[in-house]
C-alpha cells in the first residue's frame, strides 16, 4: 500500500507561475539585500553564519512539528537545540564571525530552529547585558565569564504579577540589614511575584532581579539585584525561594517562561549591581548620576525588537507574495488558466503595503539602533544630553513597529485564505512572535504615554524658543504659515506627517494644559505619540530613499514603495491630515489614485522584491512561501506527517472508543 507521503512528492524544479514572476527582473537584487543587511560585506557574513548554523545543524532534519508536541517535549527538544545554537554561535565566533551571538536569538536566524522561543533567549539578551551595562567589574568579572560559556544560566525578572511596564509599583522588597551587611528579598503578597521571566520556568539558576531598594527605613526606587535562585548542583530552589514555569501561552511555549518570589530570602551586599548607584557598609546611599541611566538596558532591548520586528514582517511578506503568485482563482481567462489572485487589485492592497512598511521600518529602526550605539558611547564619555531623546525615540519605535507589523502580518495571514491558517504556513507562528511583542518589554499603550511625557516637555521648550532635538525639531517650524500642498514628492508627503504631528503635540500640550488632568487627557496624549512616531518613521524612510548608496533604478522603487506607504496611511485616518496639514477632498481623492497607480507598478517587482529579503527556506519555514513555489505539494506533505496521519485508525484508539460507546448502548 502506498504510503501518504510518496502519493505527492515534491516535484523538480521550481513552479512555472513563480519562475514566470522572476524573468526579467529589472533591478540589481543584490543591491537590495545588501542595503537590508547592512553592505556587502554583512551580506557575506550573514551567509557564511546560514551556511554554519542551518547546514551543520541536525535540527532541520529531524521531522519533528512542534504543534504536534506536548509542553514537556516541545521544552525539551528546544533545549537542545538551543544548546545547538551556541555550539554553532560558538564555532562562528572562533572564527571571525562577530554577529554569530545576536544571530542566535534573531528572528531570522534563530527562529528558523527555534521557531517557538529560546529557553537561553533572556540568558543571553537580558542577563549579561543588564550584567555589562549595571555591575562593576569586580561583581561580574568572574560571573560573566561563567555566563559566557553556560556554566550558570540566569535570566532578568522585573514584571510581577501585579505590575508590569510601571516600574516604579513593583513590590518586591529588597531591605539592607545593617548588621549582617544582607539584603533581605521579600514578596509580601501574591501580586509581587515575579511573572514571565523567558527561561526561569526550569532552565535559569541565577537572575538579574528588580526590586524595590530600602536603606535606612527610606526607599530608595528600583535596583537590579544578582540573585541565585536553583542551587547549581541539584536545580532544586534555594531556601526562601518559590519558583516555577507559567503555563501555556499563545505563542512562545519553548521560553519556559516562569515565576518567582521570595520568602525573606537574603543576599550579600555585593547582590546590589552597583555600576550606577550603591549602598556602603553603613548603609549609606549613593545616587546614580542619572536617573534614566537604568533604562538603558531597556533602550537597546526595544531596538533591536524593532529591528527583529521587521525581519518578521519580511517574512511574512515574502509567504504572502510567493503564495499569492501561484493561487489561481476565479473564472478562467482566454488562456484557459484562472487568474492568479497577485493580479487582483484588492490583494495588491492586502500585500504591498505591508512590503513598503517592511523596508521603511528597517531603515527607521535601524537608525534608532545607530543612535543608541553612539550615545552609550556617549554615556561612557559622562554626557547624558542625549539620552531623553533616545529614551523616546526607542518606545516609538518599539511600539510602531510592533503594532503595525501585528496588524499587518494578520492581514497577510488571512490574504492567504484558509492555507495562511495552517501552521504549516509560518503565518500563524510569525503573528504570535510579532502581537507577542506589543506586549513584553514595555506594553505599548503605556510606552505612547511616557513618549506623550517627553512631547509635553519639549513642546513647553519649543514655545520658549529653546533650541529641540533633531527628531521634534518639527514643533519649532512653522513651515513657513504657507497653505500649499505637496503630495508629489517624498519630501511633501514626509512634511504632511510632520505637519499632523506638530498639530497633534500642540493639541495634546494645550489641552493637558488647560484641563490639568493627565488621565483626562491620555486619548489625545496617546495620538500625538502615535503621530510622532509615524512623523519619525516616515521621516527615516524618507531620507534613507534619499542618502542610501543604491542604484537610479532601486532609488525609484524604493521611492514608490515609500510614497505607498505614507499615502495608504493617509487613506486610512485622513481626518488629522484634514485638520492640521491644509489637505482638502480633492487630496484624498488624488492620493488614492496615486495608491492605486503605485500598486500596478510594484505589481511585477513583487516577487522579486521578496527574493531580494533573501530568506531561506529553512528560515521561513512555510509550506506556502518557499523558493520552489510547489505550495500544494508542500501542504499535502506536511498534513501526511502528522502524528494522526502517521498511524491507523485502530493505532489511534478510534475503534476502541466506538466500540466502548456500542457496548454501553447495549
Known sequence: MTSLHELYPIPAGVNPDLEMERVGCCFEQKELTNLLDGGAEKTEERKELERIFLDQSGSQDDGVQLECLGSVERYTLDLRRALELVRLATKARDEGLNDAIRAMFSAGLGCSLTPDGNPLALHFVMFIPTLMGQGTMDQIGEVLGRAWDLDLVGTYAQTELGHGTFIRGLELRARYLTDSQEFELNSPSVTAFKWWPGGLGNTANYAVVMAQLETGGVDRGVHPFLVQVRDEDTHHPLPGVIVGEIGPKMAMNSNDNGFLGFNHHRVPRSALLAKNSRV??????????????????????????????????????????????????????????????????????????????????????????????????????????????????????????????????????????????????????????????????????????????????????????????????????????????????????????EKVAHGVVTRAAAALKQENDWNGCSIVLVEAATAHARSFIISEFSQGVATNPVSKKLRKIL???????????????????????????????????????????IRPLAVPLVDSFDFRDEVLRSTLGCWDGWVYHRLFQAAARTPLNMRSGSQGGVTEQLNKKNQSKL
Open 280 to 497: 556602603e557598609v553603613d548603609g549609606t546611599y549613593v545616587n546614580p548620576p542619572r536617573e534614566k541611566l537604568g533604562y538603558a538596558t531597556m533602550v537597546f532591548v526595544r531596538a533591536a525588537i524593532a529591528l527583529d520586528m521587521t525581519i518578521h514582517l519580511r517574512k511574512a511578506v515574502t509567504i504572502a507574495t510567493r503564495y499569492s503568485a501561484v493561487r489561481r482563482q476565479g473564472e478562467p481567462g482566454p488562456d484557459g488558466k484562472e487568474s492568479k489572485i497577485l493580479d487582483f487589485q484588492t490583494q495588491q492592497a492586502k500585500i504591498f503595503p505591508p512590503l513598503a512598511m517592511s523596508i521603511g521600518f528597517h531603515m527607521a529602526a535601524n537608525s534608532v539602533w545607530e543612535m543608541y550605539n553612539t550615545i552609550q558611547n556617549e554615556i561612557e564619555q559622562g554626557v547624558y544630553d542625549n539620552l531623553p531623546e533616545l529614551h523616546a525615540l526607542s518606545c516609538s519605535i518599539k511600539v510602531l513597529v510592533t503594532s503595525e507589523s501585528a496588524k499587518a502580518v494578520d492581514q497577510l495571514r488571512r490574504a492567504c485564505g484558509g492555507h495562511g491558517f495552517m501552521s504549516s504556513s509560518n503565518l500563524p507562528g510569525i503573528f504570535g512572535l510579532v502581537t507577542a511583542a506589543c506586549t513584553y518589554e514595555g506594553e505599548n499603550t503605556v510606552l505612547l504615554l511616557q513618549i506623550a511625557r517627553y512631547l509635553v516637555k519639549v513642546a513647553g521648550q519649543a514655545a520658549e524658543g529653546t533650541p529641540l532635538p533633531p527628531s521634534v525639531a518639527y514643533l519649532s517650524n512653522t513651515f513657513g504659515h504657507k497653505k500649499s500642498v505637496d503630495i508629489c514628492t517624498d519630501f511633501g508627503l514626509a512634511e504632511l506627517f
Open 559 to 601: 521611492s514608490n514603495l515609500f510614497q505607498l506607504m505614507a499615502i495608504s496611511w493617509i487613506l486610512e485616518d485622513p481626518a488629522n491630515f484634514l485638520r492640521f496639514a491644509n489637505l482638502q477632498f480633492s487630496h484624498l481623492d488624488q492620493l488614492a489614485h496615486r495608491r492605486d497607480s503605485l500598486l500596478s507598478s
